[in-house]
């Protein structure tokens, strides 16, 4: 069993700050590509941005220049450093590991956190 747990959400002003964090637990023997996607109300969940276990990044347009995606040491570990927050910043953010190796050594894919809230006011 696989788990992701995200941290770091809250209430911030516009042109604020906040660091999302998530740490994936279980059965792990390797992750690879690992992202952030968030939904706003009304709308579906869309990508944020994505980093291979390579360190390729890739960013949707919206944040390019404000979101910066990177992986702790242990790559088992997700941030997400958001500067200049605006209100349409805000949503429900979810950390995504699109493949992980098990201890069987089997690959399964599609895990997600259960979602930390980023509200922005206007």
């Known amino acids: 069993q696989v788990q992701l747990v995200e941290s770091g959400g809250g209430l911030v002003q516009p042109g604020g700050s906040l660091r999302l964090s998530c740490a994936a637990s279980?059965?792990?023997?390797?992750?690879?590509?690992m992202g952030w996607y968030r939904q706003a109300p009304g709308k579906q969940r869309e990508l944020v941005a994505t980093?291979?276990?390579?360190?390729?990044?890739n960013y949707a347009d919206s944040v390019k220049g404000r979101f910066t995606i990177s992986r702790g040491n242990a790559k088992n570990t997700v941030y997400l450093q958001m500067n200049s927050l605006k209100p349409e910043d805000t949503a429900v953010y979810y950390c995504?590991?699109?493949?992980?190796?098990?201890?069987?050594?089997?690959?399964?894919?599609?895990?997600w956190g259960q979602g930390t809230q980023v509200t922005v006011p206007s």
């Open positions: 279980g059965s792990i023997v390797s992750i690879d590509a």
């Open positions: 995504n590991a699109a493949g992980v190796r098990t201890g069987t050594g089997l690959w399964k894919y599609g895990f």
């Open positions: 980093i291979t276990g390579g360190g390729i990044t």
